[in-house]
């Protein structure tokens, strides 16, 4: 669970060394969008895996790209990366007792999969977007 925190550090990092992204958005309305996604995706996922609701069903969900530039790309790295470490470290206090890492959950197009997958995805889903900044 600790990787949570070091791949947020991780992305931190990176964008506080980059010189821009590959795309649109700068630096910080990177970290921003994940920040959103742990908001509205990863943590009510987890809560709702976690209530033992059976097989738990969730589709896709992006955040609406200008909303999210409106949001974040005025800010600093600073102010965002707190918020980015304020909100994983909410998503490890809803893991900190988990003991059983096998419940299951459906997604749309993954399929079954369990919170440990999730857990991965989540980590995944960093690295590919810490892979946008270039230096």
């Known amino acids: ?19 821009g992204t590959r795309g649109d958005w700068n630096q910080n309305t990177l970290l921003g969008y994940l920040v959103d996604v742990d908001t509205e995706v990863w943590i009510p996922r987890i809560k709702t895996i976690l209530a033992s609701q059976p097989d738990p069903k969730f589709g896709w969900w992006e955040p609406e790209s200008d909303a999210t530039i409106a949001r974040y790309a005025g800010l600093d790295i600073a102010s965002v990366s707190v918020k980015l470490l304020e909100i994983r470290s909410e998503m490890l206090m809803l893991l900190k007792s988990v003991t059983d890492w096998d419940r299951d959950w459906i997604h749309e197009t993954r399929g079954r999969l369990t919170l440990k997958d999730l857990l991965s995805w989540v980590l995944e889903h960093n690295e590919e977007h810490r892979a946008s900044y270039w230096y």
């Open 1 to 19: 669970m600790i990787e949570l925190l070091k791949s947020a550090n991780r992305c931190i990092d990176s964008a506080k060394s980059a010189l």
